[in-house]
């Protein structure tokens, strides 16, 4: 779970956030849109403690359902991701290449987030199976350093990174660019897959608003930093709903 509670951020003159009370509940798919510079990056970033905010607090909280440790789940508390890293060890996310180690290969870079996630080597070769579909045959095995992929092959690696240590929140911005409809089709699947077997709240922002409705259980909608609607994607008319407003 999520609680954003005034928060705001300016660049110069310019309001790139500005959310006075939201939160995302546990176990959400939550899809951000909004055209360019309605603040989705920036509040990504925010959350992530990439960027200080001017005021207001983000506080996560790890999740409490689907574990068999009901006395972890009493004690789970929410953290202010500006005064502790706690929230990192449960937290997966993908902005942008900067997250990437250009130099090494992606079976070194998923090493290195096996290693610094603590995850047992055979543990994480059967976790990377999951994706091989999302991989198709051209990530591992290559001798590429992470530099020489395509576009597209880096933002798998950057997905899958953010996936493999099973974070309860996993934060992930435009994943659906660079890869082709296949690959679209495939993160869809991993996303809503991994959403029902984990109970994990995920945040997407896109410019895609098809896969957006056909992943997200509710949808925000952002406007010169605001939220300034909450659409519950359990009924039809979200679709409309957000047509009419991208096509006024």
Known sequence: MIKIANLKKTFGEKIAVDIEDFTINEGEILGL???NGAGKTTLFRLILDLLKADTGTVEVR???TNSEDKEADSEAEFINTAE???????TGAFIDDGFLIDFLTPEEYFDFIRKISDIDKTECEERLKEFEGLMAGEILGHKKLIRDLSAGNKQKVGIISALLAKPDIVILDEPFNFLDPSSQNVLKHILT??????????LVSSHNLAH????SS???LMEDGKIIRNI???????TKELEDYFNK
């Open 193 to 202: 897959e991994y959403n029902k077997q984990t109970g994990a709240t995920i």
């Open 62 to 64: 790890k999740r409490t």
């Open 33 to 35: 849109v909004g055209n």
């Open 218 to 220: 509710s949808i925000a």
């Open 84 to 90: 502790s890293e706690k929230w990192k060890d449960y």
């Open 232 to 238: 519950d994607n359990s009924n039809a008319s979200a």
């Open 212 to 215: 957006t409705v056909d992943i």
